[in-house]
Every structure is written in structure tokens, then in C-alpha cells.
């Protein structure tokens, strides 16, 4: 037996309480992304392709850059965002505009599921209700989301990125919460085992109309520290594969490099430490397309 209801189960026609909590929900959120120039969705589908990483390292570019950026940390179960960016043992501070996020590397602004767990290798567990877990979860992660994006005092940002954790369902809550998802950046590597997994969510991204949908190719090349060349990593390329049979363009194609990881996972956005390396250029011109692309926006246009 179920405990609760969902939302379509409501009955809308009476002046129940719930839903004047849901919309109360929702006009706080499209307020506070009101203040957001964009919001751009990192995702894949596929976990450890790098979506964190690139992530970290391209809100570093957009700030170096002199962008106003924050970062979502949406993975709440696998969160690296704080790490990346050097603030995974700050406190958050509470004010009367929402919860102050701590700002990392270049001075960026960012809210994890770290910052809230408390104990570092503690796994987050919610406390589920015995029965129907599935939808209990996915109501508490929708709720979680919701948080990071509207109880935040974010302020006003050029851009706002949200590292979607895999699985495509994730992308489809992030759509829920942020129906007008202007910018969503797919990323994968050459591998043949990501193709498949990126193809669904560059599906679910068309069919939700997301109106620019492009890819980054990671892990293209292994950039060897000793000789300083780049040497193929995956046999043939699933990237550009993809992008041939999906159409969608990739915008930046960024190499294996070890030091990208070791500097990045401890809180070094790699390009931050070498600004001139191929990485780095990688990234420039990633943030280039980005800020290139005239996003929009369908309700301000005016009807015909
Ligand atoms: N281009 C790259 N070169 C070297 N290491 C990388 C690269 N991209 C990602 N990594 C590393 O690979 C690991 C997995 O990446 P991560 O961003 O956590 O993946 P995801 O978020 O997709 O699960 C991390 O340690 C990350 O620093
Ligand atoms: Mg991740």
C-alpha cells in the first residue's frame, strides 16, 4: 500500500494546501532563476565520462574569463563538486535569502550533498519509508534539486551549472524542475560502451525540445607527461561517431590528461595551473561556444 500521493493524484479542484505549496515551490524557483543569465545542464548518461571534472573545470574558464558562474552539484549520491573545487569542508551559512554557498577555485559559488553530509565518508541514506521506495526517492531527490536551485542565495549569475549525475531519469527531473533548460552539454568519450547510454539522453534531450544540445568529447587523446605527445587512448571514435549519426556538433574535444585528475580532484581545476596547455584551449573553447550561442528564450518572444 502506497502512503502518499503524487502530485497528479491531488484533486486540483479544491483549495488544498498541497498544491498551494507546490506552486509556492515553483514561483520561488523561476524567481530565483530569474537572476540567471543561463542555466546549463552538464550531463551524459553515463557515469565516469567526466561530467564533474568538466564541469569543475569549465565554470573555472567561464570565471577566469570573468563570467559570473555557480555550480549545482545534482549528483547527490556520488557528490564531487566541493572537492573539485576546494570547499568540501566549508560550512554553509544560513541567511534570510537562502543558504550562502561557499565560493572554491576562481571564486566560484557551489552546492553539494558534501557540504551537507557532515562526515566525509559517510554515504548519504535516506531514510525511506518502507514501502514504495522508488518513488519516495525520486520525490526526495526532486525535492533535494529543487533546494540546491531555489533555496540558494545565488545572486545574480551569468551561468549556472548543473552537473547531472547518469542515468537519464536524472535528466528528466532536471527538466522538470527547469522545463526552459536553455543549454545542455552531453558529455562522452570515444569509447564504444558510452555510445549507446549518450544516444538515449541526446534523445530525451531532443524530445524535451532543450533547444542547444551539444557535445564534449573527453578523453580523446592521452596527453603522455614524459614525451608531451598526444597518443590515441580508445581504439576508432564513438565521439564522432555520434555526432555524424545524432547531428549534434561537439564543441570541444578534451584530452587525457593526468594531471587534469590529480590537480582537479584535489581541488585544482586543471586549467586554473596551466592556463596555456591543450586542456586549457580545450576548455577556452568550450566556454567560446558557450558564450557564442544566442540562446532563446520562447516566452519572450513576441507571437506573430
Ligand atoms: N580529460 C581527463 N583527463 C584526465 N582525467 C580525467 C579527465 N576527465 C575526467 N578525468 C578524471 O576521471 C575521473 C572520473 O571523472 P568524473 O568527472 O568524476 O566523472 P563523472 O562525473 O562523469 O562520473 C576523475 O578522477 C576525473 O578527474
Ligand atoms: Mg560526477
Redesign the pocket.
Known amino acids: 500500500m502506497r502512503r502518499f500521493r503524487t502530485y497528479n493524484e491531488v484533486d486540483h479542484s479544491t483549495e488544498s494546501e498541497l498544491l498551494e505549496q507546490v506552486l509556492e515551490q515553483r514561483s520561488k524557483l523561476a524567481h530565483r532563476l530569474e537572476a540567471v543569465g543561463t542555466v546549463v545542464a552538464v550531463a ?1 548518461g553515463k ?8 564541469t569543475a573545470n569549465l565554470a573555472a574558464t567561464l570565471a577566469q574569463k570573468g563570467h559570473r558562474v555557480g555550480v549545482v552539484d545534482a549528483d547527490l549520491n ?1 557528490p ?1 563538486l566541493a572537492q573539485m573545487l576546494g570547499v568540501r569542508n566549508a560550512s554553509l551559512v544560513d541567511q534570510e535569502d537562502g543558504v550562502v554557498p561557499p565560493r572554491g577555485a576562481a571564486g566560484i559559488p557551489v552546492i553539494s550533498m558534501e557540504l551537507l553530509q557532515g562526515a566525509q565518508d559517510t554515504p548519504l541514506r535516506w531514510r525511506d519509508p518502507g514501502a514504495d521506495t522508488f518513488i519516495w526517492q525520486s520525490t526526495m531527490e526532486t525535492t533535494a534539486l529543487r533546494e540546491f536551485l531555489s533555496d540558494v542565495a545565488w545572486g545574480e549569475l551569468d551561468y549556472l551549472l548543473v ?1 547531472v549525475p ?1 542515468g537519464t531519469d536524472k535528466i528528466a527531473r532536471l527538466l522538470e524542475l527547469v522545463p526552459g533548460l536553455p543549454v545542455a552539454l552531453v ?1 562522452t568519450t570515444p569509447s564504444d560502451m558510452s555510445r549507446s547510454v549518450v544516444a538515449r539522453s541526446l534523445r530525451m534531450l531532443a524530445e524535451a525540445e532543450v533547444p542547444v544540445v551539444a557535445l564534449v568529447a ?2 580523446t587523446e592521452y596527453h603522455c607527461p614524459g614525451c608531451g605527445e598526444l597518443h590515441p587512448l580508445f581504439p576508432g571514435d564513438g565521439a564522432q561517431e555520434l555526432a555524424r549519426t545524432s547531428q549534434i556538433p561537439i564543441w570541444a574535444s ?5 594531471r ?2 590529480r590537480e ?2 584535489s581541488g585544482r581545476p586543471w586549467v586554473l595551473e596551466e592556463p596555456e596547455g591543450q ?1 586549457a584551449g580545450a576548455f577556452l573553447e568550450l566556454a567560446r561556444q558557450l558564450a557564442a550561442t544566442h540562446i532563446v528564450d520562447p516566452s519572450s518572444q513576441e507571437a506573430p
Do not use: R, W
Not at 47 to 54: F, L, Q
Not at 254 to 258: E, T
Open positions: 551524459s557515469g565516469g565520462v567526466g561530467k564533474s571534472a568538466v556520488g564531487s552537473d547518469p558529455v573527453n578523453m578534451v584530452p587525457f590528461d593526468p587534469l585528475a582537479t580532484d586542456v
